[in-house]
């Protein structure tokens, strides 16, 4: 369904699916091991690289799932997506018409 006085998306790709677990260590390998899924990421970050930015996924596919340890005030939670597009700023002008993007205060 399409709505003829919206702007057009510039979202070409959902690029990534976060998700808080308990375990990276064990999520990645039941990822790599059992389902036979590539590791795409594990990096250090944050103070010292005491985190690690995990992402796994299957062979060929450009979306990645994002395996992250709880912080912070998220707790258990955090999940969230991430999409891609060439052009940040009309994404964000078209969700602001569209009431989509609020301002935090």
């Not at 990645?64 to 700023?89: C, F, H, K, Q, Y």
């Amino acid at each position: 369904m399409s709505n003829p006085t919206q702007a057009s998306t510039t979202i070409s790709n959902i690029g990534v699916a976060m998700f808080a677990i308990a375990d990276q260590g064990a999520a990645t390998a039941y990822c790599t091991q059992n389902l036979g899924w590539e590791l795409r990421a594990d990096d250090p970050f944050g103070d010292e690289g005491a985190n690690r930015w995990v992402e796994v996924a299957p062979s060929g596919s450009t979306a990645r799932l994002a395996l992250n340890p709880p912080m912070g005030d998220w707790g258990p939670g955090g999940s969230a997506i991430g999409a891609e597009t060439p052009d940040v700023e009309a994404e964000y002008a078209r969700g602001q018409a569209i009431d989509a993007v609020k301002r935090a205060r």
